[in-house]
């Protein structure tokens, strides 16, 4: 990707802290994911674009500003991408899932801190993501104390806007959110220039639910045994829908759940049939952020969902599309995005709920609960998902770990030993 | 205190724990209060409270119990205890400032937990606490990821009403607030079986105020140097503000207050004229934790103000006297809460400024950060206090520490060479 030191440059990237990364993803990459067996042909595309993570797709957003475009960056799921998009921008999700620039993140946040917040704010303060570098405005969201602080501090550095989540799901908390999906649209039309129509909003909306669909068709083909794609190939797609364009990535997916029909009517899977199936539920898995499922997927199971917010809480909700006029339709998205069963919420129990139901659904043998170390939100719910499966005999285990390798090993003990008890 | 054996059994204690904690306090007490020089004579109430915290109080929470009265116990300075007083219920703050019951604790709750958090919930499943046991109920608030969900696996084992308190203060947070406030008095008078009268809300409203303007005027005298009472004292008072009787702790504090009077008359300090003055500010210290101001207070230092829950923010917002009508009164509660600089705020500007303004106010050489261990609100915002006061030139020693003594001598020796900076 050497042609591209120009753009980075340009972007004000640590050039040499940046090779380094980029020296550092290939091996690892090849090691998690090309030494898969009987992956599926569709995922060349995947591959390319994660080869191309920071030179393509950075390509592509330069382009789209230089024609007056605006890039909005963010860290959660809440940020309702249709307004962004129906407004002419792009809307990305930001690096985080790398133990990165801790040095410089640690001059501004306490050592004891959940590393997916550690990981962005070492990326801007080191300067070494280029998506980062790239925004014109930061969208950040109440879902966690650590979030919610680090961003005021963040601000220092990029404009960040931030809305607030409500913390339950009442009236009360439906009203507040509508504002704030609402303030949202009038700030993107500000940010973008651009006004939003209900033409332009209805196509967004339709078109992220496409997205949203292709997502749940690749879902539903997993329900299968064998399972016709890896829950690590599983993952990297819904991690790539955060940053890739909308269209493209959906005809990709679209195409290669095309092949896993063919592969689902042949009976051909990725591993052989009656491996034990697993659900991982917890913090999001932001990319390369892919050591649990790895570790899952080499000793002896396969992974057939994610109730992670890199997996069903992204897609398996859509917005309504029967609203004509803008606020009917932003009372749709914001009702959309008050579906998602996130930790914020107190008391959780539609995560409960559709945990259990997607066991009976996905046919898994059992549960793995991965929380990143200093999690508050979804360390502390652990507990409450550790009730409801223990009513409903289904087994679990719990894992709480960071981004670094340290604890591998003895995960992998944990794990084997888990799967062992399944099968 | 053995005469209360009975009461205590009959609250279902674990008497063999409880005794073992009963044990350890005295001498705590003993070495990090009453070893204090200069102390006021008034104090002797306050060592008397202290002495009988399982004792004395609790049977008076019991005597209330058999006359029909309701006990509501809190954990946080948002729950409005005019409300609770106004319909004949006593309100008392929780137990949560030692290092107790941890192993019943970490069964439920992740270990990298906050201290304070673990205290509740060991005390709880351990069934030591006696005030957690003369509860009716327990209200929660949302203001941090850990108790937020932790009052989740507290319902459990007793009935737990969570308020959301907003995270933000703009106009459609005060009226989510407002909604909280209203279904907390509704759910009062369901609790204890009184309906709320304008008069007894006046009235309680009054008194409650009473107590705030008495620890004012306590903090007021402590601008004088030197300061007439310590500030291991003044933190012991505002502990007990949360759980005494309000009319007879405010009778005592000013009658400490007249003692105080004479004293800056006569130029009588706890400390020589000149000794360096220092503001705590950060997460609340519960009582017994005397940690980190004991450590202040014995090594050169005075601390004339805390920045705490269990401190300023308790009381140095009054509600409004003004209204007459039930609903206008309801308002004046709501908004004198949404006064309060809890991190839970983002932005929190409204502390940094009124930091800069103690300082100036109480003459402090410096001032000292203290969050607890895992506590993100507010150890992440210290950053943002760092960034005012050295725009201010005002010193800050940050510390993070829990309720454990292993980092006493670090901590000694950190906070000794801070002062001498100081001096």
């Known amino acids: 990707m050497s042609n591209y030191n120009e753009m980075w440059r340009s972007l004000g990237l640590n050039m040499e802290a940046h090779d380094r990364l980029l020296q550092a993803l290939p091996p690892t990459y090849h090691d998690v994911y090309l030494t898969q067996p009987n992956r599926p042909q569709g995922l060349e595309y ?12 950075i390509q592509e957003l330069q382009e789209h500003k230089q024609n007056g475009g605006k890039v909005i960056g963010a860290f959660c799921v809440f940020v309702p991408e ?3 998009r129906a407004a ?11 133990d990165i620039g801790a040095a410089e993140a640690e001059k501004v946040l306490p050592r004891n801190i959940c590393p997916l917040i550690k990981s962005f704010m070492g990326f801007k303060l080191a300067k070494i993501c280029p998506y980062f570098e790239s925004c014109d405005m930061v969208v950040g969201e109440t879902t966690c ?6 961003f005021e501090i963040l601000n220092d550095y990029v404009p960040v806007h931030v809305m607030e989540t409500p913390q339950m799901k009442r009236g009360r908390d439906r009203e507040l959110w509508l504002e704030e999906v609402r303030d949202f649209a009038r700030l993107v039309e500000e940010t973008t220039g651009n006004r939003l129509t209900t033409e332009t909003l209805a196509k967004s909306i339709r078109e992220v639910n496409g997205k949203r669909r292709a997502l749940r068709r690749l879902a539903e083909l997993r329900k299968n045994d064998p399972a016709p794609i890896s829950g690590l190939d599983s993952l990297l797609i819904e991690q790539i829908a955060m940053y890739d364009d909308v269209e493209r990535f959906t005809g990709k997916v679209n195409e290669l759940c095309d092949e896993l029909d063919k592969k689902v009517q042949t009976g051909e899977g990725v591993f052989p049939s009656g491996t034990p199936r697993v659900i991982v539920t917890g913090t999001p898995m932001a990319i390369p952020n892919w050591k649990v499922p790895h570790l899952i997927e080499t000793s002896g199971a396969v992974i057939v969902a994610e109730e992670l ?48 139901q997607l066991v009976r659904e996905y046919n898994a043998d059992g549960v793995i609960h991965c929380a990143l170390s200093f999690c508050d939100p979804y360390a502390v719910e652990a507990n409450r998902v550790e009730k409801v499966l223990k009513e409903e005999n289904i087994p679990l285990l719990k894992i709480e770990t960071g981004y670094d390798q340290e604890d591998a090993g003895q995960l992998k003990t944990r794990i084997e030993a888990f799967i062992e008890m399944l099968g």
């Open 145 to 150: 104390d650590g979030k919610k602080k680090a």
């Open 46 to 57: 995947f591959d390319f674009v994660v080869n191309e993570i920071h030179g393509l797709r």
């Open 88 to 98: 002419g921008g792009i809307c990305i999700g930001l690096c985080s899932g790398i």
């Open 82 to 84: 249709e307004i962004v």
């Open 309 to 356: 917010c890199t997996g069903l809480r992204y897609f398996e909700n859509e917005v309504a599309e029967d609203a004509g006029a803008m606020d009917a339709m932003l009372e749709n998205v914001a009702a959309r995005y008050l579906g998602v069963n996130c930790a914020v919420f107190t008391p959780n129990t539609g995560r409960m709920e559709r945990l259990v």
